[in-house]
């Protein structure tokens, strides 16, 4: 492999590793939560036909994979 060849191969993964680190960083959202904003943005705007009111959940039920994102 020549110099250039590497030099592009190491250029190619640089910047692939560049776009996956692009992203939102914050809290996850719940569907619920989804559903309100996406209720306030559509009100916002005055579209006419808003989504539906969410119904807020009666409980949030443990799942076996919740400790690894916490």
Known sequence: ????RMFT?????A???LV??????SGLDTP???AVQA?????????PN???EPQKPETDK???LDKLIQ
């Open 32 to 34: 619920y939560e989804a």
């Open 50 to 52: 808003p989504p539906p």
């Open 1 to 4: 492999m020549t110099a250039g």
């Open 20 to 25: 996956t680190a692009c992203g939102r960083k």
């Open 62 to 64: 443990p799942f076996i």
């Open 15 to 17: 910047a692939l590793a």
């Open 39 to 47: 209720r306030k943005d559509a009100v916002k705007a005055k579209d």
């Open 9 to 13: 191969a190491l250029s190619l993964v």
